[in-house]
T-cell receptor, first 115, second 112 residues
Framework: DQQVKQNSPSLSVQEGRISILNCDYT??????FLWYKKYPAEGPTFLIS?????DKNEDGRFTVFLNKSAKHLSLHIVPSQPGDSAVYFC??????????????FGTGTRLTIIP | DAGVIQSPRHEVTEMGQEVTLRCKPI?????LFWYRQTMMRGLELLIY????????DSGMPEDRFSAKMPNASFSTLKIQPSEPRDSAVYFC??????????FGPGTRLTVL
């Protein structure tokens, strides 16, 4: 049972335009969400995160939006650049006192930026 | 820092053989995670350790899979016997009291 879903396996966007990657989740206990970026033959790298107490977090060209009622989050990249071409994974976790909670990942969306 | 180190980077083996994947986490990190990536299921957490102790192994597919962390700087994931459906990319990640772990480059396993 996939608790974190990325329903678009791929997305193509013109350079300079906005890229919007979507993610849905089913577990209402999730309260922390992350986006990872993965280039071929490399491991995923952390991009941006958001806690459930917020509905938006921005870092440079990257903004993550969280809609808790819809159990939906999205990653916006503006403007899109060729170096943004990669696979993007959405991940979610449930906070504990541990600090190193496990992450549940989606299946990924391959973003291609067209020059 | 060299980051998370995984070996081998590629492994091709025949069905029924034992496979051992290795991971060296970032020095000072206290948590280590093993993930498997497939097209159908994306990144799945197999097991994670905190201070060398297994905390959650609910993602380990079956008894053919085992993982150890004998010390803070080394972990292994073993598959015995291996099957073609185990073919995937296996990632190791480490972190220190945060959820945004650092991933290694992965081991691409092919079981024929």
């Amino acid at each position: 049972d996939q608790q974190v879903k990325q329903n678009s396996p791929s997305l193509s966007v013109q350079e300079g335009r906005i890229s919007i990657l979507n993610c849905d989740y089913t577990n209402s206990m999730f309260d922390y969400f992350l986006w990872y970026k993965k280039y071929p033959a490399e491991g995923p790298t952390f991009l941006i995160s958001i806690s459930s107490i917020k509905d938006k977090n921005e870092d440079g060209r990257f903004t993550v939006f969280l809609n808790k009622s819809a159990k939906h989050l999205s990653l916006h990249i503006v403007p899109s650049q060729p170096g943004d071409s990669a696979v993007y994974f959405c991940a979610a976790s449930v906070s504990t006192n541990f600090g190193n909670e496990k992450l549940t990942f989606g299946t990924g969306t391959r973003l291609t930026i067209i020059p | 820092d060299a980051g998370v180190i995984q070996s081998p980077r590629h492994e091709v083996t025949e069905m029924g053989q034992e496979v051992t994947l290795r991971c060296k986490p970032i020095s000072g990190h206290n948590s280590l995670f093993w993930y498997r990536q497939t097209m159908m299921r994306g990144l799945e957490l197999l097991i994670y350790f905190n201070n060398n102790v297994p905390i959650d192994d609910s993602g380990m597919p079956e008894d053919r899979f085992s993982a150890k962390m004998p010390n803070a700087s080394f972990s292994t994931l073993k598959i015995q016997p291996s099957e073609p459906r185990d073919s995937a990319v296996y990632f190791c990640a480490s972190s220190y009291n945060t959820r945004d772990g650092y991933f290694g480059p992965g081991t691409r396993l092919t079981v024929l």
